[in-house]
T-cell receptor, first 115, second 112 residues
Framework: DAGVIQSPRHEVTEMGQEVTLRCKPI?????LFWYRQTMMRGLELLIY????????DSGMPEDRFSAKMPNASFSTLKIQPSEPRDSAVYFC?????????????FGEGSRLTVL | QKEVEQDPGPLSVPEGAIVSLNCTYS??????FMWYRQYSRKGPELLMY????GNKEDGRFTAQVDKSSKYISLFIRDSQPSDSATYLC????????????FGKGTRLSVIA
């Protein structure tokens, strides 16, 4: 398997622009997680899905952030409008099954810079 | 208090040294602990996990949990330059279908 695939790997945009990050989880995995990583705050959970249904979005910082999972093989994280403080590495991770002992498999991340 | 606290370092050691990486956690109900390793510009990967108290060994790596003090540790023996990475401790927020809560990570450099 190719693992979790994220795109784009790098994105540089200007403040106010819309940003869409994409994720393809490992085939057969039931749970999908979006995390954001910064030096100051570390790895923070934004939202997670179980069987394509959003379970907890309390980590989404503001209404400017939204996430969807229209099917088991695709998810998006959208920021509209983007701000410089959104600059971070955004990771998507998937897990087989829905129990907490399952291993999280991370993508290589999308590095976002908002100027 | 954050759920999981970890000293971000950086930590620099000579090759062959014994490395100790540590985390504290706040919720005494936590029972399952993981260590993830993250190489530069890569996503984290699971290194080890341990359940409840005690030690778990895997090659040069030992994970230790002290529930009485809510302290978790990762020891690396005979450290190698290839061990240079950021190490993140993690624990599930609760039981069932739950995400992982991560420490900030400790950046380790092993100098040849």
């Amino acid at each position: 398997d190719a693992g979790v695939i994220q795109s784009p790997r790098h994105e540089v945009t200007e403040m106010g622009q819309e940003v869409t990050l994409r994720c393809k989880p490992i085939s057969g995995h039931n749970s999908l997680f979006w995390y954001r990583q910064t030096m100051m705050r570390g790895l923070e959970l934004l939202i997670y899905f179980n069987n394509n249904v959003p379970i907890d979005d309390s980590g989404m910082p503001e209404d400017r952030f939204s996430a969807k999972m229209p099917n088991a093989s695709f998810s998006t994280l959208k920021i509209q409008p983007s701000e410089p403080r959104d600059s971070a590495v955004y990771f998507c991770a998937s897990r087989a099954g829905t129990y907490y002992t399952g291993e999280l498999f991370f993508g290589e991340g999308s590095r976002l810079t908002v100027l | 208090q954050k759920e999981v606290e970890q000293d971000p370092g950086p930590l620099s050691v000579p090759e062959g040294a014994i490395v100790s990486l540590n985390c504290t956690y706040s919720n005494s109900a936590f029972q399952y602990f993981m260590w993830y390793r993250q190489y530069s510009r890569k996503g984290p990967e699971l290194l080890m996990y341990t359940y409840s108290s005690g030690n778990k060994e895997d090659g040069r790596f030992t994970a230790q949990v002290d529930k009485s003090s809510k302290y978790i540790s990762l020891f690396i023996r005979d450290s190698q330059p290839s061990d240079s990475a950021t190490y993140l401790c993690a624990t599930p927020r609760n039981s069932g279908n739950t995400p992982l809560v991560f420490g900030k990570g400790t950046r380790l450099s092993v100098i040849a």
